[in-house]
């Protein structure tokens, strides 16, 4: 019966952990972030960027692109002139 139970925590720990890190995509807060360089992840890099800066009434602001298999494309969420922008949905 233990076993069982602790087989159970076992699998929704590991399932709920699976989402942590630097995975493909976009890993930041709300000070900024990094994408996994890919030639495709370039061409989108400014529109995820944006997107999720705007969580928190900021702009993106592009700090590097490293470009080669492994690299990142870093950026940070800037408040605009004139204050946060808050877009409510």
């Not at 233990?2 to 989402?19: D, E, P, T, Y």
């Not at 890993?27 to 800066?53: F, K, L, Y």
């Not at 204050?83 to 409510?88: A, I, L, Q, T």
Request: with cysteine; proline share 4%.
């Amino acid at each position: 019966m233990i076993r069982k139970a602790l087989i159970a925590v076992w699998l929704v720990m590991s399932a709920s952990l699976a989402g942590c890190g630097v995975g493909p995509g976009l890993t930041g807060n709300d000070s900024g972030g990094i994408i996994n360089w890919t030639p495709e992840n370039q061409a989108v890099w400014r529109d995820w960027a944006m997107q999720h800066c705007s969580r928190y009434g900021k702009i993106a602001k592009l700090e590097a692109i490293h470009r080669g298999y492994g690299e990142y494309i870093s950026f940070t969420c800037e408040f605009p002139r004139g204050g946060p922008r808050y877009v409510f949905h």
